[in-house]
Structure formats: C-alpha cells, structure tokens
C-alpha cells in the first residue's frame, strides 16, 4: 500500500512552539499535498510541493520533501491554539494519477 | 463560490432504509469524490467521477451506488447498509483531477442503527 505513515501520531504543545510532524511514503510520486481536518469536519489544503521541489513555505508552514528517503516533513511555527487539528499528508502512486492517498494522520493539540 | 456543500449533515437510518447523500459544488471542477472515513483515520476513496463517467470504484459494496448527474452534482445512494457502515462521508471536488488539490465539504455524518 502507499498509504504514508505519519508520525508522531499524536503531538501536545504549548502555544507559540513550534509542531513538527513527519510523513513517509513508499513508492514514487509526482507531488505530495498536506491537509488539515478540525474535529469531525472536511479537510482543508494546506500546502503542494513538488516532486522536483526540496522545500515550500507558506506562511506559518513550511513543508519539506526528500524523494531520495521518500520522506516530507510539516513545520507550524508560532503555533495557536487554533491549529488544532489533524493533519495529513497526501500522495498520488505516481503510475495512477486519478487518486489520492492519505497518511495516517498526525493529531495536533496545542494548549493556550 | 469556492465552497462545496453536502447534505445532511447528519443522518440515522435504519438497516431496510433507502436514503441519499447529495453534494455540490459550483467551481467548475471536473473531477468529483466520495471518500469515507472512521474515526481516528485517514479518508478512504469510495469514488472517482471525471468528467461525469466514474473512473474509479474501490471495489465498494454494492449497497453503495453513486450518480453523477452533471458536472456540478454527486449522489451517494445508500441501501441496506450494516451499522458498520457508520462513519463520515466526505465529498471533495478538483478542478484538473489527477493528483492536484481537492476541495472537500464539511462532510454528512451517518449513523446506521
């Protein structure tokens, strides 16, 4: 399965820390997508890199992806109380381009 | 309208019961998704419509049937389903498809006594 495996799968901090959470997959990929879902709720796109990109920021964000160990990682820095919330990262298969697979999932607390 | 909107947000049925989930968007997308997900995982494909003809089904029982009527509606008819079929149906839209970003809605949550 290419599911990505996420980790750590759960993360408490204090506000104004910064959240690092990790996603690895198993097969080659065209780009590689994180998602946030607030309890109970849709998924909300947070950030696309690349296959052909090392690093991407956007705004508080920052996303980095090593193809080589197949590996991608979600900075949040200044973290608010309002990031809480899973997030997940997201692949295509490479070969099949006509879907999406989500990672386990890392579930982020942050405490005022 | 950046938004894609599901309908119910919440939903109890019976086993015998027939029912339907409805999302819609109006982003001119052309590509459209049902996922389900249980608590505490990630979302799982159920369906694939591009362009209006499903290109993807995975291998979902049949209790579960979908409908594209155009480009800007998907349905999830739902019959006989088993309680474990309870969880949160979401419905996600993409302008190309394929492996760019999707648009999701805030999900129908149905329980299945």
């Known amino acids: 399965s290419q599911q990505g495996e996420e980790d750590p799968q759960a993360l408490s901090i204090q506000e104004g820390e910064n959240a690092t959470m990790n996603c690895s997959y198993k097969?080659?990929?065209?780009?590689l997508q994180w998602y946030r879902q607030n309890s109970g709720r849709g998924l909300v796109h947070l950030i696309l890199?690349?296959?052909?990109?090392r690093e991407k920021h956007s705004g508080r964000l920052r996303v980095t992806l090593d193809t080589s160990k197949k590996s991608s990682s979600l900075l949040i820095t200044a973290s608010r109380a309002a990031d809480t919330a899973s997030y997940f990262c997201?692949?295509?298969?490479?070969?099949?381009?006509?879907?999406?697979?989500f990672g386990t999932g890392t579930r982020l607390q942050v405490f005022p | 309208d950046t938004e894609v909107t599901q309908t119910p947000k919440h939903l109890v049925m019976g086993m015998t019961n027939k029912k339907s989930l409805k999302c819609e968007q109006h982003?001119?997308?052309?590509?459209m998704y049902w996922y389900k997900q249980k608590a505490k995982k990630p979302p799982e494909l159920m369906f694939v419509?591009?362009?209006?003809?499903?290109?993807i089904n995975e291998s979902v029982p049949s209790r579960f049937s979908p409908e594209c009527p155009n480009s800007s509606l998907l349905n999830l008819h739902l019959h006989a389903l088993q309680p474990e079929d309870s969880a949160l149906y979401l419905c996600?839209?993409?302008?190309?498809?394929?492996?760019?970003?999707?648009?999701f809605g805030p999900g129908t949550r149905l329980t299945v006594l």
């Open positions: 996600a839209s993409s302008e190309l498809g394929g492996y760019n970003e999707q648009f």
């Open positions: 097969t080659s990929i065209n780009n």
């Open positions: 890199i690349r296959s052909n990109e």
């Open positions: 997201a692949t295509d298969e490479g070969f099949n381009t006509d879907k999406l697979i």
């Open positions: 982003m001119g997308h052309r590509a």
């Open positions: 419509y591009s362009y209006e003809k499903l290109s």
